[in-house]
């Protein structure tokens, strides 16, 4: 298998929207749970949302709900997180990976981390 690859940061003004998308082999995301992940300069990865293997059940961190929307795609192995409403407290390297759709929410994760996406948000 290999690494997930993430896209779509950039530098955006709050209040803007963004397309996040998490690529990978359909090996690595076949039958598993994504999750993408947020970490802050100085602060340690947190887990912002999960969807599960069929897409039917999804989880979102309580602090990002109502803006953060996370999708799957198999049929070209993706996985999305869109983000509405950016904040300067979203600025983060973004991350994604596969695993446990619970396991996943305490950044347990079998496919291992990618480079991540740089997202900045400017007030």
């Known amino acids: 298998q290999e690494l997930p690859v993430e896209s779509g940061g950039g530098l955006v003004q709050a209040g803007g929207s963004l397309r996040l998308s998490c690529a990978a082999s359909k090996d690595t995301f076949r039958g598993y749970a994504v999750g993408w992940f947020r970490q802050a300069p100085g602060k340690e990865r947190e887990c912002v949302a999960v969807?599960?293997?069929?897409?039917?059940?999804?989880y979102v961190a309580d602090a990002v709900k109502g803006r953060f929307t996370i999708s799957r795609d198999d049929a070209v192995n993706a996985v999305v997180l869109e983000i509405d409403d950016l904040k300067p407290e979203d600025t983060a390297v973004y991350y994604c990976?596969?695993?446990?759709?619970?396991?996943?929410?305490?950044?347990?994760?079998?496919?291992?981390w990618g480079q991540g996406t740089q997202v900045t948000v400017s007030s």
């Open positions: 990976a596969a695993g446990n759709f619970r396991t996943l929410q305490t950044g347990q994760t079998y496919s291992g």
């Open positions: 969807i599960s293997r069929n897409a039917i059940s999804i």
